[in-house]
Nanobody, 123 residues
Framework: QVQLVESGGGLVQAGGSLRLACTAS??????????MDWYRQGPGKQRELVAT???????SYADSVKGRFSISRRSAANTVYLQMNSLKPEDTAVYYC???????????????WGQGTQVTVSS
């Protein structure tokens, strides 16, 4: 069994910063994780892709967060981060961590999601 656990959400004023973290754990050693992403779902909105980082470290971002958010990962710790700066009220959402494939033990899981962490930005 494999899971992703997010942390770091909370309430912040507009213009402030937060850093989210997401750590993968499994029954058995994790050998590799391919692409890791952060998604978010705001009130009354569809879930949207925020940022992506590949196993090689290539990054991509939604236009709405470019220049403000930064994704990074520590592969040795099976952890991905999302540094969020210059936060706006429209960034308010539940933020979800996602991995396309996690290899662990003698098997793998595809399309793994975390439980989400709430980020609220007040004006």
């Amino acid at each position: 069994q494999v899971q992703l656990v997010e942390s770091g959400g909370g309430l912040v004023q507009a213009g402030g910063s937060l850093r989210l973290a997401c750590t993968a754990s499994a029954t058995g050693n994790i050998f590799s994780i391919n692409v890791m992403d952060w998604y978010r779902q705001g009130p009354g909105k569809q879930r949207e892709l925020v940022a992506t980082i590949t196993s090689g470290g290539s990054e991509s971002y939604a236009d709405s967060v470019k220049g403000r958010f930064s994704i990074s990962r520590r592969s040795a710790a099976n952890t991905v981060y999302l540094q969020m700066n210059s936060l706006k009220p429209e960034d308010t959402a539940v933020y979800y961590c996602h991995a396309d494939r996690i290899w662990y033990g003698r098997t793998f899981n595809d399309n793994v999601w975390g439980q989400g962490t709430q980020v609220t930005v007040s004006s």
